[in-house]
């Protein structure tokens, strides 16, 4: 499978514990965007790379929420101290190149935080 | 701020009919619009990219349409299939790397 991958799918964890997704892009695509999907709603923009630079994080990311590209490929997003609050999907997505480049996504991550 | 509305919030057809969904968004100044199909507890899956130079864009029984002046795109899907039941997100990419999306339209296509 040539798409976008992630893992877990599901997690299930207790408030206060630290937790950490992974992304994997389509291997030519530089650029790498998270979001977070709570019921009902569409995604909302976390933060985004280019290559191994983080160029942008949304007001949304707070100092609890840290994501890495170490070598420009796949990307972590962790999450210390959880809350109630962090229970949503997270969802990663790649594109090629240009700035207006079609983003594709990942299945996602559906974190419970209990 | 980029706000982007759809409607309606949701839709029951029967099979075979051909339906619109809409999507607004209220600043004009986007580079691309992407639809997009969600299956329940799923991640999302492109449709149709539109670039803000572009009118309109088709594939199979799929034609969205941008109306950048007016703020407005829709999708047309024809002949209308249950397999085509899912929600269906329009995103507006603004600033060249920040997608900002729709609330979604839950469509379901009845047998």
């Known amino acids: 499978d040539t798409g976008v991958s992630q893992d877990p799918r599901h997690k299930i964890t207790k408030r206060g514990q630290n937790v950490t997704f992974r992304c994997d892009p389509i291997?030519?695509?530089?650029?790498l965007y998270w979001y977070r999907q709570t019921l009902g709603q569409g995604p909302e923009f976390l933060t985004y790379f280019q290559n191994e630079a983080q160029l942008e994080k949304s007001r949304l990311l707070s100092d609890r929420f840290s994501a890495e590209r170490p070598k420009g490929s796949f990307s972590t997003l962790e999450i210390q101290r959880t809350e109630q609050g962090d229970s949503a999907m997270y969802l990663c997505?790649?594109?090629?190149?240009?700035?207006?480049?079609?983003?594709?996504f990942g299945p996602g991550t559906r974190l419970t935080v209990l | 701020k980029q706000e982007v509305t759809q409607i309606p919030a949701a839709l029951s057809v029967p099979e075979g009919e051909n339906l619109v969904l809409n999507c607004s968004f209220t600043d004009s100044a986007i580079y691309n619009l992407q639809w997009f199909r969600q299956d329940p507890g799923k991640g999302l899956t492109s449709l149709l990219l539109?670039?803000?130079?572009?009118r309109e864009q088709t594939s199979g029984r799929l034609n969205a349409s941008l109306d950048k002046s007016s703020g407005r795109s829709t999708l047309y899907i024809a002949a209308s299939q249950p397999g085509d039941s899912a929600t269906y997100l329009c995103a507006v990419l603004v600033d060249g790397q920040n997608f900002v999306f729709g609330p979604g339209t839950r469509l379901s296509v009845l047998p």
């Open positions: 291997s030519e695509h530089n650029r």
């Open positions: 539109i670039q803000s130079s572009q």
């Open positions: 997505a790649s594109s090629l190149g240009q700035a207006r480049g079609e983003q594709f």
